[in-house]
């Protein structure tokens, strides 16, 4: 039996738009209100910005596994989170500095997401699709706390080749590329898979009571936190192939439809 969801947010709840079919999901959110089951996202965008795109009435009582999973939080309140340490964080962002400066290096900390001066409004702008509190400073190094997570945003879709120039890190964080234009840097050991794990641990429920779905390459842990696994159509290969079963594409409101289809047979 179904008792927790979690889903990923773009590419995968979210349509190709950065949207979602609020009124089916009205629908599909009073279904796992009767059947008693949790639902949670599970992104890297910032909790606060998740918060937003839900509004106040449907982010009551939602699970949000933000920052690219590094904290948890419901109704307003973080029960959980593992941050990378200041010395360790500058680090990374200096050696990123060192390699190219031509992507966007966004460095997120409690109080918000802090990118350099000199990113261009129309990239700036963009960001706040996924950061509801950001803002810009002349040098990383002005940054004296510890870090949520650290992103890179590549407009020439590099990210793969930028990851390796980070393997001194490998052992010290985590650190993926979840698409070609995208890296997620979190603390070491954190990543979707664990904070799912002690999300389960604090509900109580197990993996085989679990369904999750996702679509890229940062899903494929997450894939693995759930018995029923999903895919999106839409997904990278590996993704579907890590999956248990394949849903309809984001465009399709994929998630919304399979967690219907399933929960209403149970």
Known sequence: MIKLVITDMDGTFLDSKGAFNRKFYQEVKELMARKNVAFAACTGKQCDR???MFGPADTKDLWILGDSAARIKRNGEFVYESLIQ?????????????????YVIIACTSAGAIVKDTVPDEIFNRMKHSYSELRRVADFNEIDVDFVKISIYDVKEDSFQTRTQLEDFFDKAYIVASEGA?????????HK??????LQEILG????????FGDGLNDLELMEAGLYSFAMRNGFPETKAAANFIARSNDEDGVLWTIKQILTLQ
């Open 50 to 52: 998740v918060e937003e």
């Open 86 to 102: 200041n010395k360790l964080g500058l680090e990374m962002i200096a050696k990123l500095e060192a390699y190219r400066l031509d």
């Open 182 to 190: 995208w890296i997620d840097i979190s603390d070491v050991g954190v």
């Open 193 to 198: 898979g664990t904070t799912v794990a002690r």
């Open 205 to 212: 429920v197990t993996h085989d009571e679990t369904m999750v």
